[in-house]
């Protein structure tokens, strides 16, 4: 079991460019999250998937984001014209194919940071 | 709105004593609940979860659920130093499977 993996780990780009983040989920998990973190906060959900359904997306998503999971494997996370707010580490995370709530497992994220 | 409440700290303790971390959270129909450790500039890292009144164990860790008072707790038996983190406190509120919702954390030092 690898673990949840997230590429690239850091990223800086300049404000009003679009960065795309990818998520590679734990291999027999069917369901996968996005979450975002600042600093002093504690996670906050983004969006959440259950195979390539996207089933819920927080108000926090504005149009600028858009998250995709094609196959039901990994998932990626794209902002579009990024604001210096949206510096944060954006962390995925994934748990198994139970009939309730289940454990996540957390990646070590995605560092953005918007200059 | 659903909230869930943390201490931020920092608590500092002795190596060799007991932590206690507190949660409080605001709906009564929670049934999922989960701590998480999280060094600095990491991810968070699931310790234990629990969904019954009482105590789990695992290891020097002790999570305890009180659904009636709507708390949860975590104990750190024999702190060591790398036991310094961040830990934060997680809810599945009713009327989802999956969401979590975080608190802010509290940041624990444990002093050599």
């Known amino acids: 079991d690898t673990g949840v993996s997230q590429n690239p780990r850091h990223k800086i780009t300049k404000r009003g460019q679009n960065v795309t983040f990818r998520c590679d989920p734990i291999s027999e998990h069917n369901r996968l999250y996005w979450y975002r973190q600042t600093l002093g906060q504690g996670p906050e959900f983004l969006t959440y998937f259950q195979n390539e359904a996207q089933l819920e997306k927080s108000r926090l998503l504005s149009d600028r984001f858009s998250a995709e999971r094609p196959k039901g494997s990994f998932s990626t996370l794209e902002i579009q014209r990024t604001e210096q707010g949206d510096s944060a580490m954006y962390l995925c995370a994934s748990s198994a194919r139970y009939a309730g709530p289940s454990e996540q497992y957390f990646g070590p994220g995605t560092r953005l940071t918007v200059t | ?112």
């Open chain 2, 1 to 112: 709105q659903k909230e869930v409440e943390q201490n931020s700290g920092p608590l500092s303790v002795p190596e060799g004593a007991i932590a206690s971390l507190n949660c409080t959270y605001s709906d009564r129909g929670s049934q999922s609940f989960f701590w998480y450790r999280q060094y600095s500039g990491k991810s968070p890292e699931l310790i234990m979860s629990i969904y019954s009144n009482g105590d789990k164990e695992d290891g020097r860790f002790t999570a305890q659920l009180n659904k009636a008072s709507q708390y949860v707790s975590l104990l750190i038996r024999d702190s060591q130093p790398s036991d310094s983190a961040t830990y934060l406190c997680a809810v599945i509120f009713g009327g989802s499977n999956y969401k979590l919702t975080f608190g802010k954390g509290t940041l624990l030092t444990v002093n050599p």
